[in-house]
């Protein structure tokens, strides 16, 4: 977290940040009693164990919009609240989805790679490096929240048919408005040209797309992932770019940590980047802003809070 961003809070409170590193858990862990609020990391586990050993801990202030890094039902079960960070992400994440989106399409970093490795494997000609177009193609979001939103409004612009598969159907007005069709997630799949998945993680959200469901997609389709990597079997999504069950995929998180599977590298049908969704400057200074807006709201009420109600 830029610390520039935590300008206001540090004029309030008293607070303590990591020098030159991050807090490991044990750290945190052994501090943790004598604070009121942790400002967590996205990738920074806030489990039971945490929990129990925070007698004085009131707002968990999360550093993202996902919050599957916190065990938020136990934490409402403690009366503990918890927050995160909607509006900073919202557009660079839609951003980066299209860029993925175009790059895989137009077979972008794939002709690139090559070209710097002085052609090799690469043949030049009216009829070679074929890509697939994006104007005039349907694009299939799973999860419409704000991102999905987001990008449905850059996907109509290039000139796509957007559907869109929700845990809850928007209402016609807002259908309308985004110009956006609601699908089931079997008539989607089946019907896509690309699949950007834009849910948040959660139990029921794990491996939305499994073997099963990359069968169901066209041979021709792209799918992307700017969400969470577990929602995707990275295993079977390998599987299905080499056996061209699939077209090809963007992904900017993966499912195992922080880097692809193994098999995922050497496949030329798909290009990855990682988790710079929102990696900009301007972007984690105001996510930064955002954490402490909501620390200060929460103890002070004097400004609204981005409040997780449930896990």
Do not use: W
Request: with cysteine; charged share 25%; net charge negative.
């Amino acid at each position: 977290m830029f610390r520039e961003g935590f300008t206001e809070l540090e004029k309030r409170y008293e607070v303590t940040f990591p020098e030159g590193r991050d807090f490991t858990y044990e750290e945190v862990y052994g501090m943790i009693p004598e604070y009121d609020v942790l400002c967590s990391m996205f990738d920074f586990p806030v489990n039971k164990e945490l929990i129990d050993h925070a007698p004085n801990l009131k707002l968990v202030s999360n550093y993202a919009v996902g919050y599957n890094n916190i065990d938020v039902a136990y934490c409402l079960e403690k009366g503990v609240i918890v927050t995160n960070t909607p509006s900073p992400v919202t557009v660079p994440t839609a951003n980066h989805a299209l860029g993925l989106m175009l790059d895989a399409a137009r077979r972008i970093t794939e002709c690139d790679r090559k070209l710097r490795t002085l052609g090799e494997g690469m043949k030049v000609g009216v009829l070679e490096n074929l890509g697939v177009p994006v104007s005039g193609q349907q694009l299939g979001i799973i999860g419409m929240g704000r991102i999905g939103k987001a990008l449905a409004k850059r996907a109509v612009a290039c000139g796509m048919d957007v559907v869109y598969h929700n845990r809850h159907q928007l209402d016609i007005e807002e259908e309308t408005r985004l110009n956006v069709v609601y699908m089931s997630k079997e008539e989607l799949l089946a019907t896509s040209d690309f699949v950007s998945l834009n849910a948040p993680y959660t139990p029921s959200t794990y491996h939305i797309i499994g073997e099963e469901e990359l069968k169901q997609m066209k041979p021709t389709a792209i799918l992307i992932n700017t969400a969470r990597g577990p929602l995707v079997d990275e295993l079977a999504l390998a599987k299905a770019l080499k056996e061209g069950t699939i077209s090809g995929a963007g992904l900017d998180v993966f499912e195992f940590g922080d880097y692809p599977s193994p098999e995922l590298l050497e496949l030329d049908n798909i290009v990855m980047t990682p988790h710079i969704g929102t990696q900009t400057y301007k972007t984690r200074v105001a996510m930064a802003e955002a954490v402490c807006n909501n620390v200060i709201g929460f103890l002070e009420g004097d400004r609204p809070i981005t409040r997780v109600l449930r896990p």
